[in-house]
């Protein structure tokens, strides 16, 4: 299909889109340079921001051959949230995130002819082509375990921004939902306020203690795996250095420069275990999965906080009233919640804030009349 078999009109849309996604891309490496405390990764993600600008300025030369005029144009409001939460929590806060976006917009020129004669699909893979150069340059390199971050994955890391959206969405349903059930079978506020205060202690302590043990368990299986290849290191050396040798042979070395960086490596005990645990094992020892104690803390607040909403009118209001205020207010925050998954999912504001919208008050419709049914039942 060439140019000329389109309508201008289309074209125009098309390009204007593109131009608008390079734009929020290059604004956002450019955030994450910023934001980030290491130089040599700032480096990365500025070069990143380099390549979108370029595609930018492809498609800015699209639009002036069609005789378009051409506007300033702003970054997108979620590539400015984005921005913010990475300046606000550090750049692996949204790492997870902006790789996922990038991972599912990989393919998007591939069926644009246009594009494709420009070289922009290859461009757009070639990001980690980019990271191995500047790994190979004058800087000296970087790590293997900074280029996971910067690819989004890292093995002990996570999706924060994630969990943190949807545990307060937890909170929320699962609170609004208790309460509405109740309020089924008896409109008595001082009732509903019990109910509501002791779905939010015990949901959130359910959830601390289930995050609690999830990631202790984690960090005891790291550790065991540590100590079994500490002993095994203690034990037979010679098999522990022939696996560093094929480690190293695994990612490109001849066998001579493996086995003389395996001698180097074997020379100290220490550097050998931090290297078979990195390399085989594919954990940092250095992390563990991170404290339990600040995960189980942070998911009770994010519980707690969720499921605050749908209780707020009954420390002020009588039963009918308060009802609805909490109905407002928990609309309000499922919309919100619905709004925040938009960042990691890449679908339209408004239909995620419905969406959640939605599913939130059809939960807590089918646990109103459950009640309503039991509180019947009961009275009769």
């Not at 702003?74 to 921005?83: F, I, N, P, Q, Y």
């Not at 550097?271 to 942070?298: C, F, H, N, Y």
């Amino acid at each position: 299909m060439t140019e000329q078999s389109v309508k201008p009109a289309a074209s125009e849309r098309r390009y204007r889109a593109n131009l608008q996604g390079e734009v929020d891309g290059a604004q956002l490496y450019r955030s994450l340079a910023d934001a980030e405390p290491d130089p040599k990764i700032a480096e990365v993600y500025r070069r990143l921001s380099a390549v979108e600008e370029a595609h930018g300025e492809f498609w800015e030369r699209k639009l002036e051959g069609l005789g378009k005029r051409i506007r300033p144009l702003r970054a997108g409001w979620r590539t400015r949230a984005l921005g913010w939460l990475a300046r606000r929590f550090g750049p692996e806060f949204v790492l997870p995130v902006i790789s996922g976006l990038e991972r599912a917009d990989v393919g998007s020129y591939d069926s644009q002819p246009d594009a494709v004669a420009g070289g922009l699909p290859q461009a757009e893979r070639s990001h980690a082509r980019i990271l191995a150069a500047i790994a190979g340059g004058p800087k000296g390199g970087l790590p293997g375990s900074t280029l996971g971050r910067i690819e989004g994955r890292h093995r002990t890391g996570g999706n924060a921004l994630r969990a943190a959206v949807l545990g307060a969405n937890d909170g929320l349903v699962s609170n609004l939902s208790l309460v509405m059930g109740v309020a089924g079978a008896t409109v008595d506020s001082h009732t509903l306020l019990i109910t509501g205060l002791a779905g939010l202690v015990a949901g959130a302590c359910s959830m601390a203690m289930g995050e609690w043990l999830s990631v202790n368990s984690a960090r005891e299986l790291y550790q065991q795996q540590i100590d079994t290849e500490a002993g095994e290191l203690e034990q037979a050396p010679d098999e522990e250095k022939e696996e560093i040798i094929l480690i190293y042979q695994a990612k490109g070395l001849d066998e001579k420069q493996a086995r003389a960086l395996a001698d180097q490596l074997m020379a100290n005990k220490d550097t050998a275990l931090d290297t078979l645990v990195r390399e085989e094992l594919g954990i940092d020892p250095d992390e563990l999965g991170g404290s339990a104690w600040t995960a189980a803390g942070t998911s009770f607040c994010l519980f707690a906080f969720g499921a605050v909403f749908p209780i707020l009118g009954l420390f002020f209001l009588g039963a009918e009233a308060a009802l609805l205020a909490g109905l407002i207010a928990s609309g309000a925050a499922l919309f919100a919640i619905g709004a925040g998954t938009s960042l990691f999912t890449g679908r339209g504001v408004l239909f995620s804030g419905f969406r959640q919208l939605l599913i939130g008050f059809a939960a807590a419709g089918v646990t109103f009349l459950i009640g309503r049914l039991v509180g019947v039942s009961l009275a009769g």
